[in-house]
């Protein structure tokens, strides 16, 4: 175990690289079925993905257009020519034997997130650049042999490469969190992190504090969560100073990541460009655009984080209740539209969200397909005018994250409805405060013991079988004492 001592002398240089799954129908240069999920191995295929004698790719307008949207999203300027490469190297999942991607003319050119962290900075990221590419098949290996699977074969991407601008773990995971965020809300991708729709490739060096120059990088591959991003940079950033405190040299290499363990591994020395032998790609033309064509691609953009954030700061919500918000575009819509009812309104839905659904990527609730925004806002509505209690009205709220059904039916069937009606609540006070097993109880009220009315209140709630308004039933009991 490092001493935080030693660990202080060193500073941490991360970049990442970020492969984004575009959100169009077919593959980049197919037909074929962009959506390999549930799909029987190699049923999602073409032989223009294989690279069969004859086939010639034809490039898929709309990734150009999500690659537009990226762009916009990311703060950065769109290449009015780009030009596509092909990166040769074997492997079982390459069929063709190289990968179409961008390696001298990429499409998306600089750029800058800014990602904010829950003690209120921003870690500011230059985009170096971001191209499309393909990707390649999958492979699963057994003991004495390995399965492929080319079903996310010819799969279009974009690339985000990063500048090497972050230099915390938690500014790692703050990045990728936000990336995601800023390429969900765009519609670039669906963002299923769970089945590869954005992956991290983080790579991490360590060098004295006020080196001038980087140490030797480690790349971690395929990283597909927050948590990973974070927990992976912690673990490299030990390792690579319990190595260079030892005496040993840092290895340019390609690490892979188990959660199970929180360990990183080596998987095999890192390439350079030269070895993959680029070569423009004869069969694809440039991609060349006018202005007035990136303006049209990016003419009906979606609202994106910022803008929701603008939007809440009127209603002062912490920021991890906006991070659980900024999970989803629904929930982030709902409080919106609730804004237009009322603040309060929006602020409550915010926070039954927030409790709901979490902060981070391994913690959000299953949520119904059928997503009905005004029902929520209806409920919120139920809990201002006290007909349903605050546990009564959680209890309902989850149950709308699931089920096609209103508030007030939900509430109906569970008998959650509060009673407000004052004849009625009174009825409760006065068998409460006539028991005589409540006698005590009511003496040192009057004898200035307010702690007892608390009691007397739960009593009530009891009477009532919890339908009671609580706040109606003090003012009653507080009433009724004083006379």
Known sequence: ????????????????????????????????????????????????????????????????????????????????????????????????GYQISQMYQPIILGGLVEAPMLDGSTVAVRIHHAHIEEDAGKLTHYSDFSLVDL??????????????????????????????RLMTFAGVTYGDLYHGNMRFDVNI???????????????????????????????????????????????QETRGWDDASGKTSSQRSKEDAQDYRYMPDADIPPVVLSDEDIAAMQADMPKLPAFYREKWSTIGLDPSVINALLNEVKYADTVILAQEKSDDIAKVIAHWFASAVG??????????????????????????????????????FNELLTANKDPRVIAEEKNLLQVSEESAIQAFVDAVLDDPV????????????????????????????????PGLAQQLIRKRLEQ
């Open 1 to 96: 175990m490092i001493s935080p001592e030693i660990l202080d002398k060193y500073d941490m240089t991360i970049g990442i690289e970020c492969h984004v799954q575009l959100a169009t129908i077919s593959k980049l240069f197919s037909g074929a079925d962009n959506d390999a999920n549930n799909k029987a191995p190699n049923d999602a295929t073409s032989p223009i993905d294989f690279g069969l004698p004859g086939m010639l790719p034809v490039l898929n307008h709309q990734a150009i257009v999500l690659a537009a949207k990226a762009g916009k999203a990311l703060n950065a300027e769109i290449a009015h020519v780009s030009r596509f490469d092909r990166k040769h190297y074997f492997y079982p999942d390459l069929p063709k």
């Open 359 to 396: 902060q981070d990527d391994e913690q959000s609730a299953v949520i119904s397909s059928e997503f009905f925004p005004e029902r929520f806002i209806e409920l919120a509505e139920m809990f201002k005018k006290n007909e349903v209690s605050s546990t009564a009205a959680k209890q309902v």
């Open 205 to 251: 060096s360590v060098a004295l504090k006020g080196a001038t120059e980087l140490g030797t990088r480690a790349e971690v591959k395929n990283l597909n969560s927050f948590r990973s991003v974070e927990k992976a940079a912690e673990y490299e950033f030990t390792r690579q100073i319990e190595r260079i405190e030892k005496g040993e040299k840092i290895v």
């Open 151 to 180: 079903n996310r074969a010819g799969t279009p991407l974009i690339e985000i490469v990063s500048e090497p601008d972050i230099h915390s773990a938690a500014g790692a995971k703050a990045y990728a969190t936000e990336l995601h």
């Open 438 to 469: 409540n006698a005590q109880s009511v003496a040192d009220i009057q004898a200035g013991q307010e702690k007892a009315i608390g009691f007397l209140v739960g009593q009530v709630m009891k009477q009532s079988a919890g339908k009671a308004n």
